[in-house]
């Protein structure tokens, strides 16, 4: 019977597109702290990008690895219950094949070898075999086992072997008198006859590749011995000779007739919107699923694509469409967990959303571990703070309180480890960009916002090395231009911020750059660029005056 995909119900934890150190730290420990429930589904931790050299070294140090790459949650081939449907050797008969259809209740059966699929046979390729088969030779053209025959009339092999194959010659039913078959029968011809004793001896001895006696007559030991000596198989079946005549051609292989060229298949990873399309304009009603190595998985059919199941999502460091992973609009949001504004992200029903504002969504995550009483090992308590010491630039951030020192100091301790020697640490390894490109810098800690009825793309890269943010200033600004016409945005910021004097240099491209700053700051754009002393923060310093500054400007 058909194998139906049983599995755990999967659950996706994801941060922001070019993730940073909280965005994979938090999607990490909150999959482990959702494992903790029984709820009966899996919480798998994601990334929606490369992961910066920060995030590394937070991750080796705690010997944590990388988290699965998602690019994309929108609803792929896999997600759906389709058919475990299984495959069948190309050597079996056509009778066999229509016997699996009807059990499996399926017009389609893959062919496969080894598990890849070599092709595919349908109830119109059986129908046609029938209908259109007035070739007398064609059992012999399609290559018939003798086990095969045997089968399909319910017989017993007397004389040969069954796992010969029937190559030559033609199929005829002996209904004349000896004398007129020796006119008619031709070496490696199959002749079906009954129990005349004449008509045996006389289909042999014209060199007959096979005889098929009916009616489960006897044969005689002369006639036995004959057939060995000449090569001759004898097959016994209990069927009259028409009912033999009518039903051999279904001892057939449905390698002859299955179909090998131009064959419709979808990988398991393709999304369903692609292949609706391609589903729609073909009469086929079932497809064979392969994986990336080309191994038959199933099958799929247009009813199918009606109960596909969205991939259900937790999203953790933003909440904002613009930054989410690619497809979000076509899945299941279950929770948000964030600390920064309310932003664009629109959901089909209610559910859970928790948003504080923390320094870090770290923070929340621990609390909501010592809610749930559920115990932070060693590992995870040292992702938390690592997550916390980078949002917070170890607390020099205006986004900092006294709430996300606390729980870094606790964490800290858990971790067994120096806060100011691993944030040190940590940032040098993040601000190690000496063989980088200018996008790889760029991107490595990139987000997007709608800010009225403007796109506005910024960057960051926060450093204590101040010679290295000065080489920055002079190398990044040309691909300002460049990077916003990538991503489409109105207008495109870089903040260089030094952790040390806590400032940033802020660099600018796009139309209305200099106004909104003015507004903004009111300070003036220097070759499209602009200090900013005591601005360290993206969420809480920056971007609100942004937002000030462009509603300025459109009064």
């Known amino acids: 019977m058909m194998e139906e995909k049983e599995e755990m119900a999967k659950v996706f934890v994801v941060g922001h597109r070019n993730p940073d150190t909280d965005s994979i730290c938090s999607a990490i420990s909150y999959a482990n702290l959702k494992n903790t429930s029984d709820d009966g589904k899996k919480y798998v931790a994601c990334r929606a990008g490369r992961v910066n050299e920060e995030t590394k070294y937070v991750l080796d140090y705690f010997g944590i690895q990388e988290p699965e790459l998602v690019e994309d949650v929108r609803t792929q081939v896999r997600d759906i219950d389709f058919r475990r449907t299984p495959g069948v050797q190309r050597n079996i008969s056509l009778k066999t094949a229509w016997r699996i259809m009807k059990d499996e209740r399926v017009v389609t059966v893959p062919v496969v070898n080894r598990k890849r699929l070599e092709g595919v046979l349908t109830v119109s390729d059986i129908t046609d075999s029938f209908m259109e088969a007035y070739d007398s030779e064609i059992l012999s053209t399609a290559h018939t086992r003798y086990c095969n025959i045997v089968d399909t009339l319910e017989g017993t092999l007397l004389i040969g072997d069954e796992k010969a194959?029937?190559?030559?010659?033609?199929?005829?039913?002996?209904?004349?008198?000896?004398?007129?078959?020796?006119?008619?029968?031709?070496?490696?011809?199959?002749?079906?006859l009954g129990n005349r004793y004449e008509s045996q001896l006389c289909a042999i001895e014209m060199e007959a590749d096979c005889i098929v006696v009916c009616e489960g007559a006897p044969v005689s030991l002369t006639i036995r011995k004959l057939a060995q000596e000449r090569g001759c198989t004898v097959i016994s079946t209990p069927f009259d000779t028409f009912t033999a005549a009518r039903f051999i051609n279904q001892s057939m292989p449905i390698s002859y007739f299955m179909k090998r060229d131009h064959l419709i298949t979808f990988e398991e990873d393709e999304f369903i919107d692609d292949i609706r399309d391609t589903m729609a304009s073909v009469r086929h009603r079932d497809f064979p699923i392969i994986n990336s190595q080309g191994q038959y998985l199933g099958t799929i059919s247009r009813r199918n694509l009606l109960g596909a199941k969205k991939k259900q999502v937790i999203l953790v460091d933003h909440n904002e469409s613009g930054q989410a992973v690619r497809g979000i609009q076509d899945a299941q949001i279950l929770e948000i967990i964030d600390h920064h504004r309310l932003g664009t992200i629109e959901t089909m029903t209610p559910v859970y959303f928790r948003n504080q504002p923390l320094g870090c969504t770290a923070t929340i995550i621990y609390q909501m571990y010592q809610e749930q009483g559920v115990e932070l090992t060693r590992e995870i308590a040292g992702l938390l703070c690592g997550a916390i010491i980078s949002d917070t630039l170890l607390f020099r951030s205006p986004t900092c309180t006294a709430i996300d020192r606390m729980v870094a100091e606790k964490l800290g301790m858990i971790a067994k480890i120096d806060l100011e020697s691993f944030a040190k640490e940590m940032f040098a390894a993040g601000s190690n960009l000496k063989n980088k490109t200018e996008e790889q810098i760029f991107f490595q800690d990139y987000k997007r916002f709608t800010m009225e009825s403007l796109e506005v793309g910024v960057a960051q890269i926060s450093s204590m090395n101040p010679d290295e943010l000065s080489e920055l200033c002079t190398r990044m600004p040309a691909y300002l231009e460049k990077a916003a016409e990538q991503q489409k945005v109105d207008m495109i910021f870089m903040m260089l911020t030094s952790i040390i004097d806590e400032s940033t240099i802020l660099l600018c491209y796009g139309k209305n750059c200099e106004k909104i700053i003015q507004y903004a700051f009111t300070k003036q754009l220097t070759d499209g660029k602009v200090e900013l002393p005591g601005v360290v923060s993206r969420k809480k310093q920056l971007v609100p005056a942004l937002m000030t500054g462009i509603q300025m400007m459109m009064q």
């Open 165 to 192: 194959y029937y190559t030559k010659g033609k199929v005829l039913v002996a209904a004349a008198n000896p004398d007129l078959m020796e006119s008619y029968i031709s070496k490696h011809d199959l002749v079906i």
